[in-house]
């Protein structure tokens, strides 16, 4: 899990500032995966003794889970840029965090009951995501890291 985290890192602080329409970004990918989430603990909710294997890598879910972590750190540092509040700048600090720990649990072989559970909680964790950045507040945060190139000509 060291390489998914290190992975996060790097590519945040590399990334460019924020599209103006990444708060949307982010509720568009929240809503894909907690469908996705909330399917697959459907599937495991059948069998819930059963062992399952680990997620590969490679799991276009984990892809999925670690961009939304890679979002809203993102976002969480377009919130403290811009001088925003900061309970939001926590909570999208805080959702980034969590949803890393919730690859790792399903990064490790365990019982269709437990990534059931693992699934569930992230399909909470991003329809809460979906539902914070659809706020004025994330959307302003989002834009405040885009500069106009006319106003900047200006200066």
Known sequence: MFAHTLLIIVQAASAPHLAPDAAQALV???HSLEAEAQRRAQDMARSP????DALPVQDPFLTELSE???RTYQLSRAVDESGGPTDLRCI???MSEDAQHRADLLSHTATRADHARVYQEIARLTGQAAEIAATPDAQAAALSAYSCPVE???Q
């Not at 003794?49 to 399952?52: C, I, N, Q, S």
């Open 152 to 154: 900047a000509t200006d």
């Open 92 to 94: 999208f600090r805080g």
């Open 49 to 52: 003794a059963a062992p399952v």
């Open 68 to 70: 939304f972590s890679l």
């Open 28 to 30: 568009t990918l929240s």
